[in-house]
């Protein structure tokens, strides 16, 4: 599978920022649209963000005009940028791949093992 590992996690106060990465190595060639994913305590994961390989993004409604995704100029990095965060955004954040070009990519699609964002009121 592509390896995910996010980071740029931690704790923050209501009103800040954080920048959370995603590395991916391996199957960089896949072309994969990248997806961020968060799960708070007691409640089911839920989309937060994707951008596919043409440079189209998407939000929940929740994050739109607060958090930004993008990636680096090789497509090995993901970054989601959150400002002006809430209490309600406190999480592991997860990267996902999504798609890929050719049955090999489409089979190694893969979730990191997540980090961790608390924003306190």
């Known amino acids: 599978q592509v390896q995910l590992e996010e980071s740029g996690g931690g704790s923050v106060q209501a009103g800040g920022s954080l920048r959370l990465s995603c590395a991916v190595s391996?199957?960089?060639?896949?072309?994969?649209?990248m997806n961020w994913y968060r799960q708070a305590p007691g409640k089911e994961r839920e989309f937060v963000s994707s951008?596919?390989?043409?440079?189209?993004?998407r939000y929940a409604d929740s994050v739109k005009g607060r958090f930004t995704i993008s990636q680096g100029s090789a497509r090995n990095t993901l970054y989601l940028q959150m400002n002006s965060l809430k209490a309600e955004d406190t999480a592991m954040y997860y990267c996902?791949?999504?798609?890929?070009?050719?049955?090999?990519?489409?089979?190694?699609?893969?979730w990191g093992q997540g980090t961790q964002v608390t924003v306190s009121s």
């Open positions: 391996g199957y960089t060639y896949c072309n994969y649209d």
């Open positions: 996902k791949t999504d798609g890929g070009v050719g049955l090999t990519c489409r089979l190694n699609n893969a």
């Open positions: 951008i596919d390989s043409m440079g189209n993004t």
